[in-house]
Each structure stands twice: as structure tokens, then as C-alpha cells.
């Protein structure tokens, strides 16, 4: 299966700043999703990364809080804009690692604090 | 909306004992099913898929589509299989979606 590389594993922001989190995979691969998990809650979907077009934001989720690139099929970013306490979350990079293919695989996440 | 309901948010039972974690999903066309594992510090892993009718560490799960369940069973746990567990559909391109959906997770603790 793919191995995805995904940094920073932690970071503690200050409210108002911005944090771009980098996923890698050592593969190309065609789907790219980022999820959050927050303290005691299971994961939420916020959006696919598509390729070379805007990404797919869930209900609840927007692009000026949650920008995502996806400049090709190996990388993805997404940033949490303007953070509060409440982005306080573990975000996790999530790949389907070919067309037809159901395991999706989970990066090792990001652990963002917010104070 | 698709959803996924575990119903159970810990399930405590003594090594050795017969273990269940429920999931119930919402039915619209055919998702596929996954059962994924958390262990304490670890990353979320696959730990199986009802297409392949496969046994992993000695965990099984069959899809009962009339129930439109998907349980997650062990005859005899053990103290390693301690880890948070989640229910997740994968709603695929036929069906309209393309994501998979976690449902609320539940906490298994075996003790000895």
C-alpha cells in the first residue's frame, strides 16, 4: 500500500495564524482527502483534493478557512486559516492508492493545538 | 444523507470472552464496508474489508444487508485487541459518492 509522509506531526499556534500542513505520498495515487478528528470525536470528512481543480468541501467546511492544493498526484496541503481554540484537532492526509481500489490509507496525522 | 451508527461507545470485556461491536448503516445503493482499528499511539489502520471475506486477527464481520448491518466479531478476545474501533461505508462512484464515512467509533477494552 502507499506510504504517506505527512509534517509537522505536532505544532501549538497562537489564535489568528494560519498553519499549511504537507501531505507526500510515495506513489501517485488518485484520490487525496483530508480529514479532522477532533478530542474524543471520530473523523470528519473536510474535503477531497482533486487534481488540478478546486477541491470538494463538505457541508460545514469552506475554502477561505480550509484552502487545499493539490499540485499533482503525490502532494497535498491544506491550511487552517485564521485559527481559533476550536481548529484544535488531529488532521489526517488519506489516499486511495489506485483507480478501483478500496484501502484507503491514513498518513500518522497532524496534532494542532490552538491557543 | 449517508450514515453510520455504532451504537456503543465502549464495550469492556474480560479476556478470552466473545466480543460484538455493532455498526448499522444507511442504506442507499451498495456500499462497500471496512472496519478500521486505532491502537493506543498508533495511526488508523484497515483492518478488513467485507468484499474480501476475510478473517484478520481473528475478527470477522459479515454484511447483513437486510439489517443493513455490519458487525464486527471476535470469538475470543484478547488483551492486545484493546484499541478503538470504527465502522466506516464507502459509498462508491455508482452510488454517487466517493468517500468513506467513519461512524462515532467504539472503545473496546479487553481486560485479563
Known amino acids: 500500500s502507499a506510504v504517506i509522509s505527512q509534517k509537522p506531526s505536532r505544532d501549538i499556534c497562537q489564535r489568528g495564524t494560519s498553519l499549511t500542513i504537507q501531505c507526500q505520498v510515495d506513489?501517485?495515487?488518485?484520490?487525496m482527502f483530508w480529514y479532522r478528528q477532533q478530542p474524543g470525536q471520530s473523523l470528519t470528512l473536510i474535503a477531497t483534493?482533486?487534481?488540478?481543480?478546486?477541491?470538494?468541501?463538505e457541508s460545514g467546511f469552506v475554502i477561505d478557512k480550509f484552502p487545499i492544493s493539490r499540485p499533482n498526484l503525490t502532494f497535498s496541503t491544506l491550511t487552517v486559516s485564521n485559527m481559533s481554540p476550536e481548529d484544535s484537532s488531529i488532521y489526517l492526509c488519506?489516499?486511495?492508492?489506485?483507480?478501483?481500489?478500496?484501502?484507503?490509507?491514513f498518513g500518522s496525522g497532524t496534532r494542532l493545538t490552538v491557543v | 444523507a449517508q450514515r453510520v451508527t455504532q451504537p456503543e461507545k465502549l464495550l469492556s470485556v474480560f479476556k478470552g470472552a466473545p466480543v460484538e461491536l455493532k455498526c448499522n448503516y444507511s442504506?442507499?445503493?451498495?456500499?462497500?464496508l471496512f472496519w478500521y482499528v486505532q491502537y493506543s499511539r498508533q495511526r488508523l489502520q484497515l483492518l478488513l474489508r467485507?468484499?474480501s471475506r476475510e478473517s484478520i486477527k481473528g475478527f470477522t464481520a459479515d454484511l447483513n444487508k437486510g439489517e443493513t448491518s455490519f458487525h464486527l466479531k471476535k470469538p475470543f478476545a484478547q488483551e492486545e485487541d484493546s484499541a478503538m474501533y470504527y465502522c466506516?461505508?464507502?459509498?462508491?462512484?455508482?452510488?454517487?459518492?466517493?468517500?468513506?464515512?467513519f461512524g462515532a467509533g467504539t472503545r473496546l477494552a479487553v481486560h485479563p
Open positions: 483534493a482533486n487534481q488540478g481543480s478546486e477541491a470538494t468541501y
Open positions: 466506516a461505508p464507502y459509498y462508491g462512484c455508482s452510488g454517487g459518492y466517493n468517500k468513506l464515512i
Open positions: 488519506s489516499v486511495v492508492p489506485r483507480q478501483g481500489s478500496y484501502g484507503y490509507t
Open positions: 442504506y442507499s445503493g451498495s456500499p462497500e
Open positions: 506513489s501517485q495515487v488518485t484520490m
Open positions: 467485507h468484499i
